[in-house]
């Protein structure tokens, strides 16, 4: 079992930055991948960032490149998201994913909600 703890969630204006962690604990490996998704209301849950532990690789979706930044602590197994020049379509629930890639997730954490508003 992995456990998930997410931080850094909150309120902020448009142009704003907020920072984003999340600290794995339990069985975790080191080959494994953690990212980021985040779900609007009414909207599906899409992945925004990830880092491969291995290697270090990183990914993002178009939405988000140039903005958003992640990195991660191996000796901490925590993976942090970077959030700049946010939008208010930045808003929504922000969750923690663990598992061998991001298309096959085995663990969430229990999501973080980020507000952009003016």
């Known amino acids: 079992q992995v456990q998930l703890a997410e931080s850094g969630g909150g309120l902020v204006q448009p142009g704003g930055s907020l920072r984003l962690s999340c600290a794995a604990s339990g069985r975790t490996f080191s080959r494994y991948t953690m990212g980021w998704f985040r779900q609007a209301p009414g909207k599906e849950r899409k992945s925004e960032a990830a880092?491969?532990?291995?290697?270090?690789?990183?990914y993002y979706a178009d939405s988000v490149k140039g903005r958003f930044t992640i990195s991660g602590d191996n000796s901490k197994n925590t993976v942090y998201l970077q959030m700049s020049s946010l939008k208010l379509e930045d808003t929504a629930v922000y969750y923690c994913a663990y598992g061998p890639r991001m298309s096959n997730v085995e663990y969430w954490g229990q999501g973080t909600q980020v507000t952009v508003s003016s």
């Open positions: 880092i491969d532990w291995s290697g270090g690789s990183t």
